[in-house]
């Protein structure tokens, strides 16, 4: 079992940076997947950015260059630092844990079916 806790969203105007954290507890083995996804009111949720156990990172076209994915696997905590943020990335951010790793390697990181913990999920609002 993997219990995720999200933080460090808000509202913020266009341009402007924030930096989200999802807590792991748990089990905590870093051998797994991690990633941020996002959904907005209306849409499907997304995948934004993910880090498998290997250290190798995805991210979305939507967001390349704008946002950074870490992870402290000491503290067991993965980040999104968001900057140069736009309207268009106002969302419900949540973070997931895939800890199958044979379906990440089929799917890829970014595929919603591979994960199976989620975090309640936290709001990011961009406004201009």
């Known amino acids: 079992q993997v219990q995720l806790a999200e933080s460090g969203g808000g509202s913020v105007q266009v341009g402007g940076s924030l930096r989200l954290s999802c807590a792991a507890t748990?089990?905590?083995?870093?051998?797994?997947?991690m990633g941020w996804f996002r959904q907005a009111p209306g849409k499907a949720r997304e995948g934004v950015a993910a880090?498998?156990?290997?250290?190798?990172?995805t991210y979305a076209d939507s967001v390349k260059g704008r946002f950074t994915i870490s992870k402290d696997n000491a503290k067991n905590i993965l980040y999104l630092q968001m900057d140069s943020l736009k309207p268009e990335d106002t969302a419900m951010y949540l973070c997931?844990?895939?800890?199958?790793?044979?379906?990440?390697?089929?799917?890829?990181?970014?595929?919603?079916?591979?994960?199976?913990?989620w975090g309640q999920g936290i709001q990011v609002t961009v406004s201009s």
């Open positions: 880090i498998d156990a290997d250290g190798s990172i």
């Open positions: 748990g089990y905590t083995d870093s051998s797994y997947c």
């Open positions: 997931g844990a895939a800890t199958f790793s044979p379906p990440v390697k089929a799917l890829g990181a970014l595929h919603l079916g591979v994960y199976n913990y």
